[in-house]
């Protein structure tokens, strides 16, 4: 049967004639030529136009869409090992959690209980220009129920004018008039005239529950005479803790200074940072509250921290001279059945603080510039990413007990910092969404390295499965529901598997060691009777043979080395006889052995045989490599912690093409001749056993320098 190459449309290109000649060479063939009939016979005549447009080549379109395939494929290949990657994986999630948490806001408790724990622990020190005048339980005992009248309350402007006070701020609402006294509203209106630097109150308060906001303000004869109104406010969070005030409120435009800003500016003070000029509202929003400009309070202590006065004892005069002089004087309730109390950080809900004493930490932060600020959305989020995502530094370079105490030392760093911010540098930045990372990265961590350890057990064992065949799964085929567990068993049945093939090893190397060895050594000693011709041709393959049957069974043995067999070995002792050994050898070159050995034992574990004819290989190959009549230069010395055995030739020197597979299996340099390629190997193999290493410095056409470092015994 005749074969005919196909072209790309899968048709016979090329067709044999009549006779089985091939046809000349021209356009292919049409099917009368494809059908046996001789060229040129039976053909049909197709006119030009007529011709039918040649089909396109598929393999250029396959091969293209075969390689955006391949690319595709190596893309996702890639894509899966970084999602897999411990690290990257790890930090995908942790920065996903303190992101997450950043935004949501759902751990904001966490965040105001690092606050309040700041306040709590650092305080400042009582203010010495700040005043309070107590409506407290004695002054309610001593001149009767609330409210009282208000020529009481005028009678105590005139005294705390009388003894200086730079401003009286009353935190007292005046907002409907005395019916029971009406002259009263007239006298206190002229001792706020008189005084001169009286601050009171506006309130925003509606009518009903959800009803319209009004603006409260003081009547107005005390209106005129006042010198300065603030809005009294305190902003509760969700757990219902005060912690912040807004420094600029109003209906429909935040036209109304904090009452203690208020304050400030009657006494002739202006706080940094803060404007005296209300804030234009951005869009009118008439009956709205609005407000602008929110900070965090920091606190002076906890409550009774300011030095204060009892409202019966300032009107009566019971106080020294000068109590009031040029300082700001703040009048309010203290007493609990007042119901002025706020909770506060630095009190909690058990023992909340009066709101008059809050007014006054207040003017103590703005005085101070102690009014603390939030961190901004995106430098919080980056700081957070920061700080969830360091602990990765040290979780993949510590072991897991110190990767542990690293991460939990690193918490309560990140919360000491997150608690004492607002306190030393007036900033506030929410971090518990750093806090949880921080938190939760040794188990994420130590998760996906699990997950990693298993993917890696699992592909070993599959593929130890494979190379040891079925007699692995025998003692594993019992069905088991544990992952951890079947690759327990998993393991046990390699292991079983792996101590059968040691059995086997020993017993090939008994082989190698009698069967094969002994029948070469003793054809050696016979050869000596046979015709020198035939001695010259079976010496040198037998001898060969021999060394590297033996050369097998040294690495053999190294490799089977068990270190409980070691013992202390003086390793220049060693030395001098490895050298002792090659005396002979280096003598027929000629070559010159010179040893530079110290006298004091330098001790080392070992087994002594092992690292005796790993000496002695390095020495014999040195002697190998050395010109003739040239010296080879043996040294031994401590050098950290490590004995240092030193071989040098001045021989032509090693190539860089082989220095890199030079200490491996059956690897010979292209300079070498003979040799089973297991000399350098048998050195590594030993100096790895223990705990040592091996290395060669050269170049080609200079000295070679192989060294030995076995690590010292610490006595």
């Known amino acids: 049967m005749d074969d005919f190459p196909r072209c790309s449309a899968g048709r016979r290109a090329v067709a044999r004639g009549k006779h089985g000649r091939q046809p000349a060479r021209g356009p292919a063939p049409t099917r009368a030529g494809l059908s046996g009939r001789a060229p040129g016979r039976g053909r049909r005549h197709r006119w030009p136009h007529r011709r039918a447009p040649p089909r396109p ?58 606050y309040d724990l700041g306040q709590r622990v650092i305080t400042q020190p009582v203010p010495d220009d700040i005043v309070l005048v107590a409506i407290d339980e004695s002054s309610l005992s001593q001149l009767g129920r609330w409210p009282w009248s208000r020529r009481l309350h005028a009678a105590l402007i005139d005294r705390l004018a009388a003894d200086g006070a730079k401003v009286i701020a009353l935190d007292i609402v005046f907002a409907e008039p005395d019916t029971a006294d009406q002259p009263a509203d007239a006298l206190l209106a002229e001792a706020i005239g008189r005084a001169g630097n009286v601050v009171l109150p506006v309130l925003l308060e509606s009518s009903r529950a959800n009803g319209q906001l009004l603006e409260t303000l003081p009547l107005p004869q ?29 209906v429909g435009t935040p036209a109304w200074p904090h009452f203690g800003q208020a304050a400030l500016t009657v006494a002739g003070i202006q706080p940094p940072g803060l404007s005296a000029v209300p804030p234009a509202a951005m869009v ?204 327990i068993h998993q393991v046990q049945a390699a292991a079983h598997r792996l101590r059968h093939l040691q059995e086997e090893r020993r017993e090939t190397l008994a082989f190698i060691s009698h069967d094969i060895r002994a029948p070469l050594a003793s054809a050696l000693m016979q050869i000596d009777s046979l015709p020198p011709a035939q001695q010259a041709r079976l010496r040198a393959p037998l001898t060969r043979g021999l060394d590297l049957a033996e050369a097998f069974l040294r690495t053999s043995r190294a490799e089977m080395l068990d270190p409980a067999r070691f013992e202390e070995l003086d390793c220049g002792a060693v030395l001098h006889q490895a050298i002792d050994d ?117 170049a080609p056409g200079g000295p070679t320098r192989f060294t030995l470092g076995l690590p010292l015994v610490q006595h």
């Open 284 to 487: 009118p929003q008439p009956f709205a509250l609005v407000r602008d400009t929110q900070r965090r309070v920091g606190f002076l202590g906890p409550p009774g921290h300011v030095r204060s006065v009892s409202y019966a004892q300032a009107l009566t005069g019971e106080f020294a001279a000068g109590t009031f002089r040029n300082r700001i004087v703040l009048v309010g309730a203290t007493a609990a059945g007042m119901g002025d109390l706020l909770p506060t950080p630095v009190s909690g809900l058990a023992a909340p603080m009066p709101g008059v004493e809050f007014n006054a930490n207040v003017v103590a932060a703005m005085r101070d510039g102690r009014l603390i600020r939030e961190l901004p959305r995106g430098p919080t989020l980056l700081l957070t990413a920061v700080l969830a995502l360091l602990p990765l530094a040290w979780l993949a370079r510590l072991s897991p007990l110190a990767g542990l105490l690293a991460s939990l030392a690193w918490f309560i760093a990140v919360a000491a910092v997150a608690a004492s911010l607002p306190v030393l540098a007036r900033v506030w930045m929410p971090s518990a969404g750093a806090l949880l990372a921080i938190l939760l990265a040794y188990p994420v961590w130590s998760w996906r390295r699990l997950e990693s350890a298993g993917r890696f057990l699992d592909h070993e064992l599959k593929r130890l499965r494979q190379e040891l065949g079925a007699a692995a799964d025998a003692p594993a085929r019992e069905t088991v529901t544990d992952p951890f567990q079947a690759r």
């Open 582 to 698: 090659a005396y002979a050898t280096a003598r027929d070159k000629p070559v010159r052995l010179v040893r530079t050995i110290p006298d004091d034992p330098l001790w080392v574990n070992g087994e002594f045989g092992l690292l005796h004819r790993a000496m002695l290989n390095l020495i014999l190959n040195a002697i190998h490599h050395a010109p003739p009549g040239s010296a080879v230069e043996l040294g031994l010395r401590a050098a950290d912690a490590r004995a240092e055995v030193s071989v040098t030739d001045y021989g032509p020197g090693i190539a860089e093409t082989d220095q890199a597979r030079l200490f491996q299996r059956f690897s010979r340099t292209a300079q070498a001749s003979g040799g089973t390629g297991l000399g350098l190997y048998f050195v590594r193999t030993v100096a790895e056993k223990h705990g040592g290493t091996v290395g060669v410095a050269t």
């Open 57 to 114: 080549a598929a393999a250029p379109r396959l091969g293209a869409l075969a390689g955006a395939a391949t690319a595709a494929v190596r893309a996702v290949k890639r894509l899966q090992r970084v999602l897999f990657d411990d690290r990257f994986s790890t930090a995908l999630i942790l920065l996903t959690l303190a992101q997450a948490t950043a935004v949501s806001g759902v751990l904001t408790r966490v965040d105001n209980l690092l």
């Open 222 to 250: 005390l209106l005129e005479q006042a010198a300065g109104l603030g809005r009294v406010h305190a902003e509760l969070d969700a757990d219902g803790i005060a912690r912040s005030v807004f420094l600029w409120e109003g």
